[in-house]
Each structure stands twice: as C-alpha cells, then as structure tokens.
C-alpha cells in the first residue's frame, strides 16, 4: 500500500487526519468550506506532528470515510499558491502545509500536509464570519469525536504548552556541547528483562522468521523503576507516538494494550503491519516489525521490475521506518526516559540476496543493488544532549550505511530532501 493509500484509505478520521467531500477551492461559492479547512490547518498547526486533510473522501452516517475522489471540475481548482494565498490571511506567524494531487485507484484527491509549528503555537489573525476568530488559538481537542476549535479545555491548553517548551529545548539542547566521560552499561539486567521475550507471543517468533526490523533502546544505567508506573509508561508511548504516516509509529491500541510485572506491551497482528514492542520502567524499549515487502499486497501494482516478495527492500520505506524510529527514540530521550546516556542498538534482518528498490516506477537506482549479509546490525552509545538536536541527520546517517551494504550509489542530498519531505507529511 502507498503512503499517500494508507491515509486515504485510513478508515475514519482522528486527530491527525480529517476527510472532507469534494469542493471546489473557490471563495465566491465555497469560502464557508474554504474557512473550515483553514481551521483545520490552523488547529493542524498546533500539534507536535502536524496532520493530513484528504479532500475526496466522503464521510458516512458512521464516520467512516467514503473515497469518492475529487469531481473533475473541482480538482483543477486546486494549486498550493491559491490555498496558501488564502491561509496565510487567517495565520500568525505562519502555518506550514504543502499540497499534492494525488491519484489513488483510478480518483483524484487532493491532500493537504500540515506541519507543526516550529517555535510558537499558531494564533487566528483575523475573522471569517462565525467560522474564524481573530485571536483563537485552534487545536484538535484530545477527547471526544476528531474536530478542530478553539482552546477550551485545561488538557488541551497544558499539552500545547508542554509542546512550545519541548520545542524550546530542542533549541536550548543544540546549544549543549560540553562532552562527559562514559557511564556504566549495566547491560546484565537489561538483558534479564528480555530474557523469554520471544516466547511471549507466537506473533513475535512469526516476526523472526521473515524480513524484519529489530529496535532496541536503553539507557545506559539500570534504574528498574525510571518510569515511576505503568500509567505513565502508557502516557509516555501515546506522546512520543510518530505521526507522520498512516501507520503510526509505534501502533498503539488501548483496547489491546497489555501490562506486565514491569513493563507495557502491545502485539499487532495486522496482515500489513505485524508488529510487537515492549516498554519498560526501566526505560527499556524493544521492538519488532515485519517487513511490508514480504508481501505484495501492501504494494499496489506488484513489486517493482517483477521482483518477488520477499525479495527487495524498500529505498524510502527503509528511510522513513529509520526516521521514525530516531525520532521517536529523540522524544524518549527529551522526555527523560533514556537518562543522559542511552543505547541505540536497531537491526535489520533477512537481508541476504535482497536488492533494493523504489516502490515507484518512476525512480531508479540506476544498478542491481544486492545484499550478501543476513543481518545488517548498527549499536550506538548516544549523549541525550547530542543526540536530539541531530536524530534526523543520525538516522539519515545509517539509512546511507545501509545503502552501502547493498552496493547502491547514493546522493545525500536526494535522500536528505526525501526525508525532510518525510518529516513535512509528503512522500
């Protein structure tokens, strides 16, 4: 399945995602909608990862989204400079979004990728009739049925505030330099909390058994209660949580979710996206995902140049999957779960043989890229204050060291402007 599939096709809107029917983009007969969804670009706007407005799904009696596609005489109303021109009227200082038309199935659907802020909460500037309110500050609440409003509640005001103080700090982090010695890696009781991990699922072994990514993060001193309880363990997921694609990084699922003697975890057995991951108290973090391209039903059209499943890897699914997996392990480490030190041990297994690919037809290696190694394992040791500041160019760093062992050429630049596309909502 694409990346820009996996939105539209996503089911139902929640927090970061919204449906809208088609509409043309034309303020003489569609300025009330056109108000709407600059509302929702504003609220967008105020969270930590931004969200995505599909505009072509149609939304049933139960919420569920409908993909109808655009109308043809609507889509070609439609350009980036027009939606900004008039955005940019309704924001202060600015909302970050960019617009694509996208054709999925045989529809069109234009797709609007919010960004979140870079330093301070997005304010309305001026009013729109009963819609926009000059001086709101617009958010998506965390309860109750996916909405964009104005700021009413405690809850939703106080996790604005923590995000504007977390994104202080990342600028306050850069400025941390000073280096310390090394710290004791107390890796015997990490290891003990691991011991018979494998055996806690049938899914995980299942997991093993194919392509797949391994993550693992600790800090690098044994504190067996660093997170004071199972609560907060859960708290600490759902806000570090990256949101950037359709599948969310971790998959987290309340309804399912377990508890443990000292730890939280969560198995997903979805076709697509198997996955298992543990959290501890001691912030120990571990995870298991199979890869999408053991399978060709999660990439419409086949695999690319007629390569089998289980065959080829990914260019950008392996990027993104690193982006995301730094990124989170960065909101981690700012949180405190990871201490001033921490571990970074990720692995990717069932290389050997594999050549990589873009999933598009429309890019190209330009050579066989080919594997000789089963497992393709990187371990770091990290300083908190160094490593938030660079998590994306860390990642982006290993997605290179990975290319090399496949014998791929690479330029930095492509990939770094196909990851900063990445971190804005694009693919």
Same mark, same amino acid.
């Given at each position: 399945?694409?990346?820009?599939?996996?939105?539209?096709?996503?089911?139902?809107?929640?927090?970061?995602?919204?449906? @809208?029917?088609?509409?043309?983009?034309?303020?003489?007969?569609?300025?009330?909608?056109?108000?709407?969804?600059? @509302?929702?670009?504003?609220?967008?706007?105020?969270?930590?990862?931004?969200?995505?407005?599909?505009?072509?799904?149609?939304?049933?009696?139960?919420?569920?989204?409908?993909?109808?596609?655009?109308?043809?005489?609507?889509?070609?109303?439609?350009? =980036?400079?027009?939606?900004?021109?008039?955005?940019?009227? =309704?924001?202060?200082?600015?909302?970050?979004?960019?617009?694509?038309?996208?054709?999925?199935?045989?529809?069109?659907?234009?797709?609007?990728?919010?960004?979140?802020?870079?330093?301070?909460?997005?304010?309305?500037?001026?009013?729109?009739?009963?819609?926009?309110?000059?001086?709101?500050?617009?958010?998506?609440?965390?309860?109750?049925?996916?909405?964009?409003?104005?700021?009413?509640?405690?809850?939703?005001?106080?996790?604005?505030?923590?995000?504007?103080?977390?994104?202080? $700090?990342?600028?306050?982090?850069?400025?941390?330099?000073?280096?310390?010695?090394?710290?004791?890696?107390?890796?015997?009781?990490?290891?003990?909390?691991?011991?018979?991990?494998?055996?806690?699922?049938?899914?995980?072994?299942?997991?093993?058994?194919?392509?797949?990514?391994?993550?693992?993060?600790?800090?690098?001193?044994?504190?067996?209660?660093?997170?004071?309880?199972?609560?907060?363990?859960?708290?600490?997921?759902?806000?570090?949580?990256?949101?950037?694609?359709?599948? =969310?990084?971790?998959?987290?699922?309340?309804?399912?979710?377990?508890?443990?003697?000292?730890?939280?975890? $969560?198995?997903?057995?979805?076709?697509?996206?198997?996955?298992?991951?543990?959290?501890?108290?001691?912030?120990?973090?571990?995870?298991?995902?199979?890869?999408?391209?053991?399978?060709?039903?999660?990439?419409?059209?086949?695999?690319?140049?007629?390569?089998?499943?289980?065959?080829?890897?990914?260019?950008?699914?392996?990027?993104?999957?690193?982006?995301?997996? =730094?990124?989170?392990?960065?909101?981690?480490?700012?949180?405190?779960? $990871?201490?001033?030190?921490?571990?970074?041990?990720?692995?990717?297994?069932?290389?050997?043989?594999?050549?990589?690919?873009?999933?598009?037809?429309?890019?190209?290696?330009?050579?066989?890229?080919?594997?000789?190694?089963?497992?393709?394992?990187?371990?770091?040791?990290?300083?908190?204050?160094?490593?938030?500041?660079?998590?994306?160019?860390?990642?982006?760093?290993?997605? $290179?060291?990975?290319?090399?062992?496949?014998?791929?050429?690479?330029?930095?630049?492509?990939? @770094?402007?196909?990851?900063?596309?990445?971190?804005?909502?694009?693919?």
């Amino acid at each position: 399945m694409s990346e820009w599939a996996s939105i539209i096709l996503a089911g139902s809107e929640d927090r970061n995602r919204e449906f @809208k029917a088609s509409f043309p983009w034309d303020r003489s007969t569609d300025g009330e909608t056109m108000a709407k969804v600059t @509302k929702t670009i504003l609220a967008m706007s105020n969270l930590r990862d931004g969200g995505h407005i599909v505009i072509g799904v149609k939304e049933d009696s139960n919420g569920h989204g409908i993909p109808e596609g655009m109308q043809q005489n609507h889509g070609t109303s439609y350009s =980036y400079d027009l939606v900004a021109d008039f955005v940019k009227q =309704y924001a202060e200082p600015y909302a970050r979004f960019s617009l694509d038309i996208v054709q999925e199935q045989g529809d069109t659907f234009v797709i609007l990728s919010v960004t979140g802020f870079d330093e301070v909460p997005v304010v309305c500037r001026k009013d729109y009739g009963d819609i926009l309110h000059e001086g709101r500050v617009y958010v998506r609440p965390q309860s109750g049925r996916p909405r964009s409003e104005a700021v009413a509640a405690y809850v939703d005001m106080r996790e604005l505030m923590d995000l504007a103080a977390e994104k202080r $700090l990342r600028k306050y982090v850069e400025m941390l330099s000073v280096a310390s010695p090394p710290g004791d890696n107390d890796e015997a009781s990490f290891d003990q909390q691991l011991e018979g991990f494998g055996q806690w699922s049938e899914l995980v072994e299942r997991i093993k058994e194919q392509g797949h990514w391994r993550i693992l993060v600790r800090p690098t001193a044994f504190v067996k209660e660093r997170i004071p309880s199972l609560l907060e363990c859960e708290q600490l997921v759902n806000k570090c949580q990256v949101r950037h694609r359709g599948w =969310y990084f971790p998959h987290t699922d309340a309804s399912r979710l377990q508890r443990g003697l000292e730890h939280i975890e $969560l198995p997903t057995d979805f076709h697509l996206h198997p996955e298992a991951w543990r959290l501890y108290q001691s912030g120990q973090f571990i995870f298991w995902r199979a890869l999408g391209e053991n399978n060709l039903e999660g990439f419409p059209g086949g695999s690319p140049h007629d390569v089998q499943p289980g065959e080829w890897l990914g260019v950008l699914s392996t990027l993104f999957e690193l982006s995301e997996a =730094y990124e989170f392990t960065a909101r981690l480490a700012q949180e405190g779960a $990871l201490s001033d030190r921490f571990v970074l041990d990720i692995r990717l297994s069932g290389m050997r043989n594999r050549t990589m690919h873009f999933a598009s037809h429309n890019r190209s290696m330009g050579m066989r890229c080919t594997c000789i190694e089963e497992d393709l394992p990187r371990v770091n040791e990290y300083r908190t204050a160094e490593f938030v500041p660079q998590a994306r160019e860390l990642a982006l760093q290993h997605f $290179l060291w990975i290319t090399e062992r496949f014998q791929c050429p690479g330029t930095k630049q492509v990939f @770094k402007r196909d990851q900063e596309r990445f971190f804005e909502g694009r693919y």
